[in-house]
C-alpha cells in the first residue's frame, strides 16, 4: 500500500503516475455502509483547481436488500481519480452515474470494482466521458460475481465522446463470473459530434459554440436526471455545462 | 437577390457542378428539375456550405454578397435557408431549443433583439398551425421518429419560424401525401410568396408546381442548366421526359 504504483498494474495503466506521486501516500479511502434495507443517496463533484492532483477512494458495503445511488462528475485538476470497491449483499442494488469532462492535458479517471457476494444483487453503472484537446478519461470497470451469488444482474454502459484527435478514451469493462444464472451486459463506444447534425444546425443559423453545446449537453442528459436532492442536481447540471462550455 | 455564375465544385475530387449559372429576383420563384444524380442537391448543399462540397471555380451572390466568405451559419443569418432532401434527425436535442437557438444566433449576428421564452412560443404555435403540425410534435427531438412527411412539415415550420430571405426546398414534396402537399405549398406561398423574398425549389414533379407556382423552371444536367423556360417547361418534362426536352 505504501509503494508508489506502476503502469503494470491494471488499474492504473492510464494514471499520471507523477502526479499521484505529489499526493501519495493517500489517505485512507472513504467508507459507506448501507445497513440492511436502507437507501443511501451519495454524489461527488470533482472540480479540483487546475494543476492540482485528487484522488477520491471509496468503499462502499451494500448489505442485504440495501440501495446506493452514487452520482459522480468528474471534471477537475491534472488528475482527477475516483475510485469505488462496492461489495454488494443479498438482493442489493448499486447504482453509479457518471460524467466525466476534461481537456487541456487533464487525466480524470472512474475505476470500479463491483463485487456480487451474494445471490439476487443487481448494479448499473451508466459513464459518459466527453474529452477535448489532450486530455484522457478512463472508465476501468470490473465487476466479480462469486460462485453463489446467483440471479445477478449488472450492466455498464459507457460512452465516450471526442471533441479532437489529440484527446483519448479508455473504456475497460471487465468481467469475473464465477456463477453460472448470471446477466451481465456492457456496452463501450466512442464517438465524435456527428457531423451531419452540426451542418444542419449550422444550416438554421445556430452558431458552432452553440451548436456543439447542444450536442454535447444532450449526450450528458440523463446521467444526472435522479439526483434525488434537487439543489444537488442543479450544482452538478450547472458544473457539467459550466465545464463543456469551456471545451466547445 | 442570388446570382449564380460559372460554378464548379468537388465532392472527394470528384466533379459535380460543371459551370452552373442561375439568376433569381426578388419575388419570384423558381423550380429546377433534372434527373437523378444531375447535381441538384449538390448545387443546395454547396450554396448552404456543407463540409466537403469544394468551391473550385465561380461564385454566388446574395443580395450581393459573397455567399462563400461566409459560414454556414452565417449564410443562415444573411436571410438563407436549406429544406433538405433528407433532413437530418437530432436526438436529446427538442425541435424547440433547436429553433429558439437557431433564431436568436441569427438575431445576434444582425444586431436585432432576441426572442424571450414566450415570444418564442408564441411564434412557433402560429408557425406549427399554418403548417398543421401538433405542437406536441415541436416538442419532441429534432426529426427522430417523425414519418417522412412529418419530417418536411416541421422543415417548412422552421422556415416559417426563421422567416428567410430566399429559401432553397429540395424535394419538399417528397413523402407528403396528397393532402399534405396542399398544406405544404399554401404554407410556402404564405411564407415566401413576398415581393421581398424568393424561392427555389428542387422537384421531380409537376404536383408541389400546382400549388407554388414558378415563375421559371430550368432544368438540371449533368451539373449545368441546359434549359429554362416558363410554367409549361415543367408540364412539357413531365409528358416528354428530359432526353426529348433537353434534345430539343
Ligand atoms: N458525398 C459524396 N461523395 C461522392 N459523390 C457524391 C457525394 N454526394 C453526391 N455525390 C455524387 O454527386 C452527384 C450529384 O448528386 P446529387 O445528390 O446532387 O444529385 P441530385 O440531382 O440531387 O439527384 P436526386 O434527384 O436523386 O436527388 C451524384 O453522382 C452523386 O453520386
Ligand atoms: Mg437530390
Redesign the interface.
Known amino acids: 500500500m505504501n509503494a508508489l504504483p506502476t503502469r503494470k498494474a491494471e488499474e492504473w495503466r492510464y494514471s499520471d503516475l507523477e502526479a499521484v506521486a505529489s499526493v501519495w501516500p493517500l489517505p485512507a479511502p472513504m467508507h459507506i455502509d448501507v445497513a440492511a434495507g436502507e437507501v443511501a443517496h451519495h454524489h461527488l463533484l470533482q472540480d479540483a483547481a487546475d494543476g492540482a492532483a485528487a484522488v477520491h477512494e471509496y468503499v462502499i458495503t451494500i448489505a442485504d436488500g440495501a440501495r446506493c445511488d452514487f452520482h459522480v462528475l468528474n471534471i477537475g485538476g491534472k488528475l482527477g481519480r475516483v475510485t469505488f470497491a462496492v461489495t454488494l449483499g443479498r438482493g442489493s442494488h448499486f447504482e453509479l452515474n457518471g460524467a466525466i469532462i476534461g481537456g487541456g492535458d487533464q487525466v480524470l479517471e472512474i475505476v470500479t470494482s463491483v463485487t456480487h457476494a451474494e445471490a439476487d444483487a443487481t448494479s448499473g453503472q451508466t459513464i459518459r466521458s466527453i474529452l477535448g484537446q489532450r486530455a484522457t478519461g478512463s472508465y476501468l470497470g470490473s465487476i466479480n460475481v462469486a460462485r453463489h451469488a446467483q440471479r445477478t444482474d449488472a450492466f455498464q454502459s459507457i460512452k465516450a465522446m471526442l471533441l479532437d484527435r489529440t484527446a483519448t478514451a479508455n473504456a475497460k469493462p471487465e468481467l469475473e463470473i464465477y456463477a453460472d444464472d448470471v446477466k451481465c451486459a456492457h456496452g463501450a463506444t466512442v464517438g465524435e459530434l ?4 452540426l ?10 459554440a ?2 456543439k453545446t ?2 454535447l ?3 450528458v ?1 440523463g446521467v444526472f436526471d435522479d439526483v434525488a436532492d434537487e439543489s444537488v442536481k442543479d450544482a452538478l447540471e450547472a458544473a457539467a455545462i459550466a465545464k463543456l462550455e469551456t471545451l466547445v | 437577390m442570388l446570382t449564380i455564375s460559372d460554378l464548379t465544385n468537388e465532392i472527394d475530387g470528384k466533379a459535380i457542378l460543371k459551370g452552373l449559372s442561375l439568376s433569381i429576383n426578388a419575388g419570384e420563384i423558381h423550380a429546377i428539375m433534372g434527373p437523378n444524380g444531375a447535381g441538384k442537391s449538390t448545387l443546395a448543399y454547396t450554396l448552404g456550405g456543407r463540409p466537403g462540397y469544394d468551391v473550385t471555380g465561380g461564385g454566388a451572390t446574395l443580395d450581393g454578397v459573397n455567399l462563400f466568405t461566409l459560414e454556414p451559419h452565417e449564410r443562415a443569418a444573411a436571410g438563407l435557408f436549406l429544406g433538405f432532401q433528407y433532413p437530418v434527425e437530432i436526438p436529446g436535442v427538442s425541435n424547440l431549443q433547436f429553433l429558439r437557438e437557431s433564431l436568436n444566433s441569427q438575431k445576434r449576428a444582425r444586431g436585432e433583439k432576441e426572442l424571450n421564452g414566450g415570444e418564442f412560443i408564441r411564434l412557433a404555435k402560429e408557425k406549427a398551425a399554418l403548417l398543421g403540425l401538433d405542437m406536441e410534435m415541436l416538442k419532441r427531438p429534432v426529426n427522430v421518429g417523425f414519418s417522412g412527411g412529418e419530417k418536411k412539415r416541421a422543415e417548412m415550420v422552421q422556415m416559417g419560424i426563421l422567416d428567410p430571405k430566399l429559401a432553397i426546398l429540395d424535394e419538399t414534396d417528397s413523402g407528403l401525401d396528397i393532402d399534405a402537399l396542399k398544406i405544404v405549398g399554401a404554407g410556402i406561398n404564405a411564407i415566401m410568396r413576398k415581393p421581398e423574398k424568393a424561392v427555389l425549389l428542387i422537384t421531380h414533379y409537376q404536383r408541389l408546381l400546382d400549388y407554388v407556382k414558378p415563375d421559371f423552371v430550368h432544368v438540371l444536367a449533368a451539373g449545368r442548366i441546359v434549359k429554362s423556360g416558363g410554367p409549361d417547361l415543367a408540364l412539357e418534362l413531365e409528358r416528354e421526359g428530359y432526353a426529348e426536352v433537353v434534345a430539343a
Open positions: 456527428d457531423k451531419a447534425a451542418f444542419y444546425m449550422a444550416s438554421r443559423g445556430m452558431d458552432p452553440t451548436a447542444l450536442l449537453k444532450a449526450f442528459a
